[in-house]
């Protein structure tokens, strides 16, 4: 049976598969393909976490002809995938805790090369809090030592699966479960940010890079080029997550396309440590546009409102703009 | 092969003995010499195949060690004092993912006051983490563990650490007596997980588990743990058949024929207490001392046993739990059970404060005399200890106590002056 796929989530700019010819198609599109994280998960309606990692997986399985091995940082996607007695993985996949994922996949990728399995890959993966807090130790020793590991941080901005509270890629101005929409500066403050993807860079590593959810031709290049490579590479995939941005659940692929299209999330590829090429922004948005339908910052809106917070958030998209060149 | 070499040294060359495939490690005083010594066999080719990571941290350690052993390979690391406590988490997650990781605990106290000397606290604190806690006596049985250790653990899938007093131990060059790979090859099959992260079949390792089975995966440790209790005494068996040697096990007793008096203890300290015994034994009195080899498995019946006949215990104790007394001495209450003796609990040691013979002696002979209290802190400086407390009571905020310490001992000069 090979049905063609519904058009699934689209939007301004987006060429659903049913629009494009057909070898042109991803493998999503066809009904036979193999799922690496398997239908019947517990993760929310839309959520960005499971479709970015389903991709991710499911591209990096190919890529490695199926002899893949992952790790799991504690988090929304582990919670979610393996409600014991089930699992939703048809992969080799650990989770051990909540800061450690990099340096299990270091342990697997070192029993590995011992036993000379150089066919068999590893991935490891978390949230932006398994990744940016907790284990960024972990993290940056793997890519110090230059293991031969792909590590994925899956983005949602939060820590969801404690109850949305702030994690340090939190957005400023972004109200969360500990930083509160109250007082004269509500939200998550407008601090100095602390951007992983860069961070990487500063390591030298091989590959790293960054895409959304919206462009999943795009993930998909990225995790195979990634997968071409060898040693340490790191993949930052904007996921957003209808719980905890209070977004409409039919939103997802739309507000990471905004977010790009804004400017607020710079989509680029380096490789040891030099910046290789850039998603150019095809229709430029003000960040306002991807502000408005998310509750989270409901408090940035409105009377009186918080212009000046507005503000700020719109000269770092411009910021990124600049930086990254993202625009012609 | 007997060798005049390092306790450290021993323990890498026995480990080495073991073919393990990762090794991952931190630096901590005392352990450092037994990483180095496995490091340098692994950079110059002697280990092959085998891979040395060097982490970041002993919570990176712990973690990699975790990744290797799931995906196969026989894994080793070792630690200390602030190091196994940083690594805690995953020293847990290690046990309850049934992963037969063998760490080498090279004890040291725990701080603050930071103090590299030994004690047993670090490895104490781990107590209920859910591996088996092997404890050496000399360095030849330190040696010898590791290797009996990887066999245990392997068969039972879980996770063994062989505890070495630092420094006593670590540092002291003695005579050790070291197999030859082919005897150690004969011992010690090559590790077959029991479960392995293979594309070929693909699992799931660490799932999240509520409350209808949790209690049960902890039931199954102890289940295991309780198999434990049988394997280790087999193993120590067959490692005698093979090497000659009576090493490891779980218990054993010292000049315990008619003892009235027996006192309990760990590790190194055992040598010196069995001189001390061997004193009053001359002098008439009947001591004996029973050392503990497997404090996890705790082995109850065997320690009520040996005790059975006496009157008196004292349990040495070199940790120590704050606000209730000796660790171990809970343990020993516990396996005494309905039998009426009289329990002492000694606590000594602790960072790395000298035990002599004179002081063993001295407690030993109070005890006999029933002059001993329910509970002693050996060779403790009262008057240290009287003017800190009479500080406290006199003034809420005292300052930091081990300013107030060294300037009481001279050390320092008094603030202000
Ligand atoms: C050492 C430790 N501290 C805290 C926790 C609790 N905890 C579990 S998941 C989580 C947040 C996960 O956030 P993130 O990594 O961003 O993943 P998400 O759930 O958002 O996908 C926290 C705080 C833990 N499991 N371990
Ligand atoms: S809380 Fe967010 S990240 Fe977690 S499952 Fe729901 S949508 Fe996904």
Redo the contacts with the bound molecule.
Sequence with gaps: MDEPVKFYQTGTFTVGNRLLPKEQRTVQASRQRGNALNSGHRACQGCG?ALGARYVVDAALRAAEGRLIAAN?????EVFSTPYPETSWQLPWIHS???NAAAVGTGIAAALKVKGRRDVRVIAQ??????TD?GFGCLSGMFERNDDVLYVC?D?Q?????GVQR?SATPPGARTATTMAVGPEPGAPFGQGKNLPLIAMAHAIPYVATATVADLHDLEAKVERAMALHGARYLHVLVPCPLGWGAASHDTVRLARLAKESGIFPVFEAEHGELTAVSKIRRRVPAAEYLRLQKRFAHLFGEPGHPEMLAAIQAGADRNVRRFGLED | MLKQIEGSRAVAQAVALARPEVICAYPISPQTHIVEGLGELVKDGSLSPCEFVNVESEFAAMSVAIGASAAGARSYTATASQGLLFMA?AVYNASGLGLPIVMTVANRAIGAPINIWNDHSDSMSQRDCGWIQLFAETNQEAADLHLQAFKLGEELSMPVMVCMDGFILTHAVERVDLPTQAEVDAFLPPYEPRQVLDPAEPVSIGAMVGPEAFMEVRYIAHAKQTMALERIPQIAAEFQARFGRDSGGLVRGYRLDGAKTVVVALGSVLGTLKDAVDVLRDDGMAVGVLGIGSFRPFPLAAVRAALEGAERVVVLEKSFSVGLGGVVSTDVRLALSGLVLHGHTVVAGLGGRAITQASLERMLRDAVAGKLGPITFLDLDWRIVERQLAREAAVRRSGPIAENLLRDLGAAAPRGS
Excluded: K, V
């Design positions: 976490e940082a504690t988090g929304c996607l805790l909540f800061g978390g949230g932006d809090g398994g990744t907790i899956y949602n939060g820590y969801m699966n404690t994690s | 988490e």
